[in-house]
């Protein structure tokens, strides 16, 4: 499918919508939705398959029911409005929703001018693939993940601003472009897209309202900020200065970086600084002792005690076996 085939393939008639032209109809999924609404895997993906596409069929109604697979669903035209967990809401054109598993769901009946794409994943390629490609795997990357995965704690879904976006609009037109054509490397390109369209969907989340804020008496101060200053600062910084910086007691920025990661600000920094070391040990030349001054390690023997124990191996034969590869 070329890229300006998929505009009137998405505006197509197919035979269900014919069938059920300007009609609410109830869409059946037989023999696949247990006694517990759920819909399993093998419905929709082949044995090797990760991701599944389609556009939501129009005027079609979808009960209640959840699923054992992630859906990411975008509004191409026209609007989406669903029940998520006893709660309806409607998503305008441009917008798009992810849904974690199991979620509690159903969809009401969309018009002849609703285009809905669907983009389905397993979670195991959600986990070991996809996350993994996001921008440089830092802290406001895993801000992102976390915002996902803590679905028992939160709603279990998010939104994106992401209504007169080109950027999310193209990702996902190319999307389809390469689910439909089956050319050489599509898959490869889908994994690209998709890489693109969770980087976009990232600064989306950053720099909106939906980014988490951190309350302290009058003073507000975005997570993600917070996030972005110790990923800059990581080489010099320590609880006392980042917490000057944000104008908050040590000990109250101390427990929402312990609530929000399960780590102490010390571990997560170090965290920081172990990834960084990797990137230099990968692809410089710099020997040991520079790049772990270069990292803010001023006792390279600490350095060496603190990689070896997160690796299970020594910087040298991180480089040696990453160099090879």
């Not at 309350?215 to 600062?233: C, P, R």
């Amino acid at each position: 499918m070329d890229i300006q085939e998929v505009a009137p393939f998405l505006w197509s008639i197919d035979e269900l919508e014919r069938k059920h032209w300007g009609q609410p109809w109830l869409l059946q999924h037989p023999g696949d939705i247990s006694a517990d609404k759920k819909i399993s895997e093998s419905y929709f993906f082949k044995t090797d398959q990760h991701i599944v596409m389609n556009k939501h069929p129009r005027f079609a109604i979808v009960q209640e029911h959840r699923h054992e697979f992630i859906e990411m669903s975008y509004v191409y035209a026209g609007a989406l409005t669903q029940t998520i967990n006893n709660k309806r809401i409607t998503l305008s054109e441009g917008q798009l929703i992810i849904l974690d598993t199991n979620v509690v769901h159903s969809i009401e009946a969309t018009s002849e001018n609703d285009i809905i794409i669907n983009c389905l994943m397993r979670k195991s390629y959600y986990d070991s693939h996809l996350i993994h490609s996001l921008a440089g795997n830092n802290l406001l990357t895993e801000f992102f993940v976390n915002a996902v995965y803590k679905s028992q704690e939160q709603s279990e879904y998010m939104i994106f601003p992401s209504e007169g976006n080109s950027k999310v609009r193209y990702f996902m037109t190319e999307l389809i472009c390469e689910y439909y054509s089956s050319n050489i490397c599509s898959e490869e390109a889908i994994n690209s897209y998709l890489g693109l369209l969770f980087t976009e969907l990232l600064r989306l989340y950053k720099d909106t309202k939906y980014d988490n804020e951190i309350d302290s008496g009058k003073k507000t101060v975005k997570m993600a900020d917070i996030l972005h200053y110790m990923e800059i600062n990581y080489q010099t910084i320590n609880l006392t200065s980042a917490a000057e910086h944000f104008h908050f007691h040590p000990n109250y920025l101390s427990k929402v970086i312990k609530d929000y990661f399960g780590q102490s600000f010390i571990k997560v920094i170090q965290n920081i600084k172990l990834k960084k070391a990797c990137l230099l040990l990968k692809n410089t030349d710099l020997n040991i002792a520079q790049i772990s001054e270069h990292i803010g390690y001023k006792n390279i023997h600490f350095f060496y005690k603190n990689f070896r124990k997160h690796f299970q191996m020594s910087p040298a034969e991180y480089r040696a076996v990453h160099r090879n590869t």
